[in-house]
C-alpha cells in the first residue's frame, strides 16, 4: 500500500512547475479511467448484491405459499394441492457428502502437498504440481460420467464387504439393495474431485514455509518427518484449514457429478451405503425440468439456502487467509 | 549394499564410546519392503476370497506400513521408523490419488476414441431418435463456443477493469469490500449463478430460455477467477516502471494502459484462457437457462441452444448403449478441448513470464 501510494504523491511539485497547463487533460483522462475501473469494481458488488436480493425475494414467495415448514419436510412436493416442500433430507445429504469427501480429501490432499513440496524428486516435483494443475480443470461432468460407470460398479465390492464386517457401526449398515448409487458413492466421488483444489492451496502455504526454521530443525538433527511436524505443518495449519474450507465450498456446491451419480430419494436414511439421499444442488437439476414457475420458486429458495451456506463457508476460509497474511507479513 | 556395510562396521567397532554414525537401511529397502507387502496383500487377498481389488490394496498398504516401521525400528531405531513411516505414508497418498485420475483419462479416452470423428464433429443429432445410432455434436460444439465467447466478451473488461482499479488505485474501504467479495464470490456454486439468471433473466424480465442467458451466467462465474489471476499478474509488475513511467509525466492512466498491462499482458491472457476452460466444462448453469436441443441453432441470442457438457449429460441420462457411446465421445472431446486450453495457456505464461529484474 505504501509502495503504491509513492508514486502517486511523488509526481505533482515538478508537473506544477514545470508544464502546469498539461495539468487538466492528464486528469480528465484519468478520471475517466479511474471511474470506468471502480465502475467494474462497483459491478462485481452489485451484482452479489442482486444475486442474495433476488434469490430471497423469490425464495420469500415460494417459502410463504409452503404449507409445511420450509426445514423439516422430508418431501419435495410445491406443485402438489397442499404445497409441501422441505429441505431437510437435503441439507442431510449435502453435509454427510461433504464430510465424506472432506474425511478422505484432506489429509490425501496433505500427503500430496507434502510429496509436492518435500518428497518427490526434484526432477518429479514440477510436473506433479503441473499434473495437480490440469486435474483441478477437469469438468465435473465428466467426474460424474466416470463415477457412474466406473466407480459405480467397482464399489459395490467394497459396499459389501463394508456391510458385512462393519454393519454394527449402524451407518455402514445397508439395508436396501440398490446398486452403490449413494452418499458413500458420492463422498468418494467428490472427495477425488476437490483433492486437486485443496492440495494446490496446501502446498502454496507448504513452500512458503521459512527455509531457517527447517534448516535448523535438520541442524539438530531431526529426521524429515520431525521437521515436518515441528516446522512446516504448524506454520501451514491455518492454510490447511482454509484450503480445506475452500474444497468443502466446492463440494456443497457440486451439481453434476452428484446428479449423475446417485439416485435420488426423499427418505431420510442414516445408512450412507443405502442408495438414495439428495443434495441441494443436486436436487435443483434433478427436479429443475419438470417444475413450473412455482416449482422453479421453490427450487430457488433451496438455492438460496445453498448460497448462504457457501457463503458462510468460502468467508471465513479467507478470513482465515486473510489473517494468517498479516501475521506472517509481521513475521517476515 | 557396499553403503550398509561401511555404515555398520564403524557402528559396531565404535559402540563401546557411542557413534555418530548408525546403522541405516539400504537404499533398495523401502521397494523390497513394498514389493513383499504387495505379494502378501494380493496372496492374503486371494486365500480369504475378497473379490474387490481395492481390498487388496489396502491390505497390502496396511502391511507395507507395518513393515517399513517393524523393519526400520529394528535396524535404525524408532525416531527413524516414523520417519519412514512418514515417507511411505505420503507416497501411498500419492499413489492413491494417481490411480482414478489414470483411471478417469484412461476411460475417457478408451471409450470416447471409437466415437469420435469427422462425422460425428460435423453433424446434430436432428431426426434421431435416442436409440439410433450416429449422430453427432456439432450443434453442442456450435452452441458451447458461442456462449463461452459472449461470457469471455461480457467478463474479460470487468475483471480486468476491477483487477485494475484493486492493484492501482485501490485503497480504503472500497477496494476492502471487493477484494472481499470477488473471494467470496469464486465460491459461488455454479447452480446458484444459474439459478440467478433464471429469477431475474427469465421469470422476471421474461426472456426465454437461450443460449446468450447461458452465456450470462457462465460471465458472473468467470469474473472473480479473471480477477484474481489479474491482480496477481499486476503485482508482479516492478514497481520502478510505473516509476520511470510517472516520472517522465506520462498520466496514470497512460502509465496503466502502456506500460503496466503490457507488461503482464502474458500472465493476464493465462488467466483469461484458464478462466474460459473452468466455464466451457460447467454444466448445471447451462443446464437451467440454455434447455438443450437437438437441432443447430446458430443463434444464441433467441431459442434454446446445446452445449457441450449438457449433451453429455443428456446423452448420458438418456441411458441406451448408443447415447452414452455418444456421451463418452462428446467427453473425450470436450477434455481435449479444455486440457488444450490449459496447456496453451501455461505455455504462454512460461513464454511470457514478466522479468522481475534479477
Not at chain 1, 512547475?17 to 475501473?37: N, Y
Not at chain 1, 471502480?38 to 448484491?49: D, F, W
Not at chain 1, 483433492?195 to 527447517?214: A, C, D, G, W, Y
Request: aromatic share 8%; with cysteine.
Amino acid at each position: 500500500m505504501e509502495t503504491e501510494a509513492a508514486p502517486n504523491d511523488a509526481p505533482p511539485p515538478p508537473t506544477l512547475e514545470h508544464h502546469g497547463a498539461s495539468k487538466g487533460p492528464k486528469q480528465i483522462g484519468d478520471r475517466i479511467f479511474l471511474g470506468l475501473s471502480r465502475g467494474s469494481g462497483i459491478t462485481l458488488l452489485v451484482i452479489m448484491a442482486a444475486i442474495a436480493g433476488f434469490l430471497s425475494y423469490r425464495a420469500a414467495l415460494a417459502i410463504s405459499k409452503d404449507e409445511t415448514n420450509f426445514l423439516t419436510t422430508f418431501e419435495w412436493n410445491p406443485q402438489g394441492d397442499p404445497s409441501s416442500f422441505g429441505i431437510a433430507v437435503l441439507v442431510y445429504g449435502t453435509i454427510v457428502s461433504s464430510i465424506i469427501a472432506m474425511v478422505i480429501a484432506v489429509p490425501i490432499a496433505i500427503g500430496i502437498a507434502l510429496f509436492i513440496s518435500h518428497f518427490a524428486p526434484r526432477r518429479l516435483a514440477s510436473p506433479i504440481a503441473y499434473l495437480v494443475d490440469l486435474l483441478a480443470a477437469v469438468p465435473s461432468i465428466i467426474y460424474g460420467l466416470w463415477g457412474a460407470v466406473f466407480l459405480v460398479p467397482y464399489l459395490d465390492g467394497l459396499n459389501k464387504w463394508l456391510n458385512e464386517y462393519f454393519a454394527w457401526t449402524y451407518i455402514f449398515e445397508k439395508t436396501n439393495e440398490g446398486i452403490a448409487r449413494n452418499l458413500f458413492t458420492v463422498g468418494i466421488l467428490l472427495a477425488i474431485m476437490i483433492l486437486p483444489i485443496i492440495t494446490n492451496v496446501i502446498r502454496e502455504v507448504f513452500l512458503q514455509s521459512p527455509k531457517m526454521h527447517e534448516e535448523a530443525a535438520l541442524a539438530l538433527g531431526a529426521t524429515r518427518w520431525e521437521v515436518i511436524r515441528m516446522s512446516v505443518i504448524p506454520f501451514g495449519r491455518s492454510g490447511i484449514i482454509s484450503a480445506s474450507m475452500l474444497g468443502l465450498g466446492r463440494a456443497l456446491g457440486e451439481t453434476m457429478a452428484v446428479a449423475v451419480v446417485l439416485s435420488p430419494s426423499f427418505l431420510l436414511d442414516f445408512h450412507i451405503l443405502d442408495a438414495g439421499g439428495g443434495t441441494f444442488a443436486q436436487n435443483i437439476a434433478a427436479k429443475f425440468n419438470e417444475a413450473n414457475e412455482f416449482g422453479r420458486d421453490a427450487l430457488i429458495a433451496s438455492g438460496l439456502v445453498l448460497f448462504i451456506i457457501t457463503l458462510l463457508v468460502n468467508g471465513a476460509a479467507r478470513a482465515i487467509i486473510a489473517r494468517r497474511k498479516e501475521y506472517s507479513g509481521a513475521n517476515a | 549394499m557396499s553403503h550398509t556395510l561401511q555404515d555398520k562396521r564403524p557402528a559396531v567397532a565404535d559402540d563401546p564410546q557411542g557413534s555418530l554414525s548408525h546403522a541405516r537401511m539400504p537404499r533398495w529397502a523401502p521397494l523390497a519392503i513394498a514389493a513383499g507387502s504387495a505379494v502378501l496383500g494380493c496372496l492374503i487377498g486371494l486365500v480369504a476370497g475378497l473379490d474387490s481389488k481395492i481390498q487388496w490394496g489396502l491390505l497390502a498398504a496396511l502391511i507395507f506400513i507395518a513393515g517399513t516401521y517393524l523393519i526400520t525400528a529394528k535396524v535404525e531405531g524408532p525416531r527413524q521408523a516414523k520417519n519412514q513411516v512418514a515417507t511411505s505414508l505420503v507416497w501411498v497418498c500419492f499413489l492413491v490419488a494417481v490411480v482414478p485420475l489414470l483411471s478417469l483419462a484412461w476411460t475417457t479416452v478408451s471409450k470416447g476414441a471409437g466415437v469420435v470423428d469427422g462425422y460425428f464433429l460435423s453433424h446434430s443429432m436432428s431426426g434421431l431418435l435416442d436409440t439410433d445410432e450416429g449422430g453427432g455434436i456439432y450443434h453442442a460444439l456450435l452452441g458451447t463456443i458461442e456462449q463461452v465467447a459472449i461470457a469471455t466478451l461480457i467478463a474479460t473488461p470487468i475483471g480486468l477493469l476491477t483487477a485494475v482499479y484493486l492493484v492501482e488505485y485501490g485503497r480504503g474501504r472500497l477496494s476492502r469490500a471487493v477484494t472481499f467479495f470477488v473471494d467470496v464470490m469464486t465460491g459461488i456454486p455454479s447452480i446458484v449463478a444459474g439459478l440467478f439468471i433464471l429469477s431475474t433473466w427469465i421469470v422476471m424480465l421474461d426472456f426465454g430460455f437461450s443460449g446468450f442467458a447461458g452465456a450470462l451466467a457462465l460471465a458472473i462465474l468467470m469474473m472473480p477467477v479473471i480477477v484474481r489471476s489479474t491482480e496477481e499478474m499486476l503485482k508482479l509488475v516492478p514497481n520502478e516502471l510505473r516509476e520511470a513511467s510517472l516520472a517522465l509525466g506520462v498520466p496514470q492512466w497512460r502509465t496503466i494502459l502502456k506500460v503496466v498491462l503490457p507488461t503482464a499482458i502474458g500472465g493476464i491472457t493465462t488467466g483469461v484462457m484458464l478462466a474460459v476452460a473452468r466455464i466451457t466444462g460447467e454444466t448445471a448453469p447451462v443446464l437451467l437457462l440454455v434447455f438443450g436441443t437437438k437441432l443447430i441453432n446458430s443463434n444464441p441470442f433467441e431459442g434454446a441452444q446445446s452445449s457441450l457438457p449438457l449433451y453429455v449429460f443428456e446423452q448420458y441420462s438418456v441411458g441406451t448403449d448408443a447415447a452414452v457411446d455418444r456421451a463418452w465421445g462428446a467427453a473425450l472431446v470436450l477434455i481435449a478441448f479444455v486440457m488444450l486450453l490449459n496447456l496453451v495457456a501455461r505455455g504462454i505464461a512460461r513464454w511470457k513470464a514478466p522479468k522481475t529484474g534479477r
